[in-house]
């Protein structure tokens, strides 16, 4: 598994952004994938996370109603999209796999390279 996130930049307060992670290796089918984010000077935090195929997905109440996470197999694909970002939404967000949806939140999983996001008020 190689994860790579991409697709931030700086925006303004109120503005959106769509992620990606992307995998170079094989199979990404057979991995649940979880967004994180990390701000400085802060543990990183769990966002949300799908399931294999899609079906099942999960937020932390950080990001429940905001943010949206899906996939897309065929492509090898997995977004975030991001509404009404606020500045304390700036942070570097990470995704990461693993086998099962809810070893994302308890247990090894596959780092990709993070993305900054910036939200300015």
Not at 54 to 82: C, H
């Amino acid at each position: 598994v190689q994860l790579q996130a991409s697709g931030g930049g700086v925006v303004q307060a109120g503005d959106s952004l769509r992620l990606s992670c992307t995998n170079a290796g094989r199979h990404f089918n057979a991995y649940a994938v979880g967004w994180f984010r990390q701000a400085p000077g802060k543990e990183r935090e769990f966002l949300a996370g799908i399931s294999r195929g899609g079906g099942s997905t999960t937020y932390a109440d950080s990001a429940k109603g905001r943010f949206a996470v899906s996939r897309d197999n065929a492509e090898n694909i997995v977004y975030l999209q991001m509404n009404n970002l606020q500045p304390e939404d700036t942070a570097v967000y990470f995704c990461a796999a693993a086998p099962v949806l809810a070893q994302l939140t308890r247990g090894s999983k596959y780092w990709g390279q993070g993305t900054q996001v910036t939200v300015s008020s």
